[in-house]
Structure formats: structure tokens, C-alpha cells
């Protein structure tokens, strides 16, 4: 290694090294997403993820569907969004006892360690297995032109289950946590922002031409 750095606040007594790239996937990598690390636009001390596994899932992923569509739903961003220069920390996160922080070396073994999806790179590397981008879109957009826009007025106005107007103080709870529950799966700062990337694999000619609903503004 060409240079070592203590890990502050470890209970284990851990180091980063840096060093030349642990395989030749890594380069790989970036060469799909077309994202230059060494343009110069990027500070020294600059770091974030590389989710190699994330090709080998799409790839099982490819060899298994023979005709249908793919949607994968995650928190995530485009490579361009995904490596912009400002973003030099990455995006990785720790969660342990609903707390989050940004030290994968607190509570080793004992938290959940996650960071954003490359939706990019699943796009790029479905073309290579013979997946055909089909959209991409917010979750918030996906489900309001899903028909989730119309749901929340029917549940502001009416008890669906008796199809008459609210009348007691029952109702009106029941109806109000239904709808915070929709509100949540499209709040723009919380899973609204989820990203849907959708791929085909195997549609004929005319199938392929059908607009799907979710995709549709």
C-alpha cells in the first residue's frame, strides 16, 4: 500500500488502505457508466461505492426472464448524478437501533450497511444481456399515473367499503391513516424519490409499442 490511515472511533483495530484496484472489473466499470475519474474534476480524498454484484444480479436476472419486464425499485441515482464531483462522500449509510450515521466501522457485524442503486449501470449492463430499457421514472410519478391520485380523492370523500359518505368519528380515522400511509409512498423527500427503472426482455414487435401506464405523464 501507498499510504494508511487509522479509522477513528473503530472498536476493532481497522485500517483503510489505498492501493491499486483490488480487479479489473472496477475499470470496467466506470467505462460503462461513462464516468471519467481521473478528468480532474474530482478532489483528492474523493470517495464512494462500486456495486459490482449489482451486474451479476442483472445478468442471473437476464438469463432467467425468456418474456416479460423487469421493474426494479430502490433509492438511487443516474451515474452522472451518482459521481458528481460535489458528492464525495458517496452515498453510504449505517443503520443500527433506527439510528443512522456514516461509519461502517461502528458496531461491525451489527448494523445494516446499505448505499444508493447505479440505475445506470443495471440500464447498460440489461442492453449487454439482451434487456431493452423500457422507462424511468420517480415513484412518486409511477404510482400517480398508476391511478394513486384518484385513490387519495376516494378516500378524502367517501368510505369505499360502504360507498356512502363518512359518518363517524371511526371512519374518519380509519380513512385518514390509509391516506398518510399513500401520502408516504409518494412524498418526494422520503420513497416518492425511489427511482423505477423498467426492462423488457422478449416482447414481440407489437407488444413493444404498448405504452405502459405507470410510464405514461
Known sequence: ????????NSQ???QEVTDTP?????KEYFDLVGIDLFSGAYPDGYRSEVNLAALDWINNVAKRLQRGFLLTIDYGYSAERYYLPARHQGTLQCYYQHRHHDDPYWNVGQQDITAHVNFTALERQGELCGLQKVGFTKQALFLMALGLGNRLTALSAFDEVRGQAIATGK?????MQRRQVLHQLIDPMGLGGFGVLVQSKGLTEEEGKIELKGLVG
Open 171 to 175: 371512519d374518519v380515522l380509519t380513512i
Open 22 to 26: 483490488s480487479t479489473p472489473r472496477l
Open 1 to 8: 500500500p501507498d499510504s494508511q490511515s487509522p479509522i477513528p
Open 12 to 14: 476493532f483495530p481497522l
